[in-house]
């Protein structure tokens, strides 16, 4: 079962963004052989925004159809939020490769626990 999830990235190479300060999202489809797709780049007005103009709501309407976020940081509130509408957020400030091959692990280990 293939797992999609948003990584909050300003340069498409590392998870580097604060959720409420992402003003980007990479998608991407997670595979079960370990491997991954990039859907695509969407674009966000953070919610943790001087000009203001948006939420954290908005931001999770940006990613509503992914299972998890990979973020270098979340505050309480809004990883709650996450939650509540059925998306991890992941805090793992790495290599976008890096950060997959780790979420990738802990899916494997998941998926063993349940077996067994």
Known sequence: MSH???IATSD????????GR???FLIVELKDDGSYKVLELRKNTPSCNPSGGSTTEDTIKVISDVDGVLVSQV???????LIAHGI???IIPMLIE???????????EEAE???S
């Open 22 to 24: 992402a003003n980007q």
């Open 98 to 108: 890096d950060a997959i091959k780790k979420i990738y692990e802990l899916i494997q």
């Open 88 to 90: 991890q957020p992941i």
């Open 12 to 19: 498409g190479k590392f998870v580097n963004q604060h959720f």
């Open 4 to 6: 999609k999830v948003a």
């Open 113 to 115: 626990e349940e077996d």
């Open 75 to 81: 505050g309480r509130g809004a990883g709650d939020k």
